[in-house]
């Protein structure tokens, strides 16, 4: 590797990890699974000493309904699997349970006055509906249940606490369900943020390799009428002898000839560029992403590609790199990358983006979503070229884009 890209590649691990939306959704979530056991765990005592004021039966199922919804909220936030579905599940349970309470109180003064034992999972209830739902909807269940449970403690069921206590109550419970609340959106709309950026970034860069791309072409063109015409005209004038008017006559004939060339076969003839141009593209682009990645390059000299080919392997491979920067890392484990590009012949070209991160079941991927579909398989399909993903839960994934067609089977 030259020392300037291993000077680049060196910066790219160097940069500080951004956050991104998908890191804040599974740090969010996890947070709420671990936090709602303990919360889960503390208040059990209490539920088992508060269960006999309720009518038979009710204690236990209320139990069972809720801890359940805990425990699955907890494997669903660790497994990074329908994490908003089991949160909202539970946030609905937490408020039919609560608006339930009065009328499953058998003997109120076996409470002693006490409160709920529903109210230690107020705050868990309100973070989930955070996590679940979008913040307006999120706003309104954190005023709306805190309040229900107000009006629940001044009455026999709940204790029938004096009602500074009951408005205290409520309003502590308000207070950290808007922390949370706020805290949650923040981080949200920062890493909304880096996000955009990074990806107006990108195309920022890629407008810029396609002038540069641009260039290159006319200084092909230049070089063909300097090195072809203006040399043999210069020849032929300055011809005396037989001898150097034959080679000016035959430099003519040359020159004429690649004319043709370039006229009969238009303007697509020099639409072409050698991979070590992709190459660089590709460096440059990873020097605006958050976390290192790893460069392999082989067989880059002497291939050469239409410069359609090298826009759409250039952007299906940008794009396998930014869905693996959203979505492959784990909190906790070290997620491992790597870019490998592989030169085919002399016309060919094979790019692999692999991670060793979480990976994603294909069939589990919405239609709505048009990284993988359109950005990469149609992409690259349009351009006379193959995607294949290569993914499962748990072992990573791999993207490949190849151009043509075929190529991934070719010879180095």
Known sequence: MPAAEWRVARLATRRRAAVTRAQVETVSGRA??????????????IALMQSPALVGGAGAALMALLYGG?????????????????????????AAALVAWPLLVDDPAA??????WLYYLCTVATTAAVVAVPAPVATGYT???????????????????????????AMYAVILGVVVLIIVTMLRQ??????????????????????????????????????????????????????????AARMARDAVKRLDEAGASGPRALDRVGLPVLVRRLRAALTTFSAPVTVRVVNASGVELPVDAIDSLYSAAVQAMVNSMQHADEPGRSTRRELRIRGV????CVIEVADNGCGFERS???????????????????????????????????VTVAWPAGAEGGDA
Do not use: C, W
């Not at 699974?33 to 005592?45: C, E, K, R």
């Not at 012949?345 to 060919?348: A, F, L, V």
């Open 32 to 45: 709420l699974g671990i936090f709602g056991l303990v919360f889960g765990a503390q208040t059990l005592p």
């Open 70 to 94: 805990l425990v699955a909220l907890a494997v669903a936030s660790l497994a990074k699997v329908a994490v908003r579905g089991a949160a909202l599940a539970f946030a609905v349970l937490y």
């Open 111 to 116: 409470l002693d006055g006490e409160a709920p």
């Open 143 to 169: 005023t709306v249940v805190p309040a229900v449970y107000g009006v629940i403690r001044l009455l026999p069921a709940g204790g029938a606490a004096v009602p500074l206590l009951a408005v205290l109550d």
């Open 190 to 247: 920062a890493a909304e943020s880096v996000d955009s950026a990074q990806e107006a970034a990108l195309q920022r860069y890629d407008v810029a390799a396609r002038q540069h791309a641009t260039e290159s072409e006319r200084v092909k063109v230049d070089a063909l009428v300097h090195d072809s015409v203006l040399t043999t005209l210069l020849s032929a004038a300055a011809a005396e002898s037989a001898d150097e008017q034959s080679l």
């Open 345 to 348: 012949r002399s016309g060919g």
């Open 364 to 398: 589990e991927v919405p239609v709505e979503r048009l990284g993988l579909r359109v950005s990469i398989e149609e992409r690259m399909d349009n351009a006379g070229g193959s995607a294949e993903i290569v993914s499962s839960p748990g072992h990573g994934t791999t």
